[in-house]
């Protein structure tokens, strides 16, 4: 009789045990589906619109600003705001429905995204944002926000830069600029000093995405070399 009731149990933990297995596998299936058709549609459309349709010298290991670069994009301009109160007069690019402004690319941990011209709740979904700041590749700090999601996607990984890691930024004038890491550390969700500070004429950009905590931010500063 306790041979037949110790089966019975056993048979129940086997079923608990393969479905929280199943449910598992479930979650980690989705996660990887979704981060592939993130990444897939990031990657297409950079391809497309920083790639083929883009003339720009020396891509990989100068920061020279590239002039009368070709851009076969929508023509329509936007304006974004600087420091000095003025418009930035830009070609008008989307992707999903947002503008984009330029794309990031940190080698080291497989970042390759559209940047767009807003941090908000629904931008970040498909991409990275601009947080604050003077604009992509423009003399000061520019801050640049991302999710750090379960799936690996956006700024997920933003934990394993290093100091030294490269950073590039290509803004819509076809300039392709290097940065270098040069500080990271975790902060409150209520300091912004680090997207104020002063960068002493040099171009800087501020990469952010919350920790596990949600009460806490991941911040890197990286410079112009």
């Known amino acids: 009789m306790e041979k037949k009731k110790y089966n019975k ?3 129940v933990v086997l079923i608990i045990v393969v479905v929280a297995i199943f449910i598992i596998l479930g979650f980690w299936g989705y ?3 979704q981060r592939y058709y993130i990444n897939s549609d990031a990657n297409e459309y950079l391809d497309e619109q920083f790639g083929n349709r883009l003339n720009i010298r020396n891509r990989v290991e100068t920061n020279d600003i590239v002039e009368n670069v070709s851009l076969n994009i929508d023509v329509n301009e936007i304006e974004t705001s600087n420091t000095t109160g003025g418009p930035n007069r830009v070609a008008k690019q989307t992707y999903k429905g947002f503008a984009v402004l330029g794309k990031i690319e940190i080698p080291s941990i497989k970042v390759n995204y559209p940047v767009l011209d807003r941090a908000s709740d629904k931008s970040m979904k498909v991409s990275v944002g601009v947080l604050y700041g003077v604009g992509l590749n ?5 801050v640049i926000a991302g999710h750090n999601y379960r799936n690996g996607t956006f700024f997920s990984n933003l934990k394993n830069v290093k100091i030294g890691d490269l950073v590039y930024i290509t803004d819509l004038e076809g300039a392709r600029i290097k940065y270098t890491v040069y500080h990271l550390y975790n902060t409150s969700s209520s300091d912004f000093e680090y997207a104020t500070r002063d960068t002493a004429g040099k171009r800087e950009i501020s990469l952010t995405t919350c920790t596990d905590d949600v009460n806490s931010r991941h911040v890197i500063w990286a ?3």
């Open 9 to 11: 149990i056993l048979t």
């Open 31 to 33: 996660d990887m589906i």
């Open 138 to 142: 423009k003399i000061g700090n520019t």
């Open 223 to 225: 410079r112009e070399d």
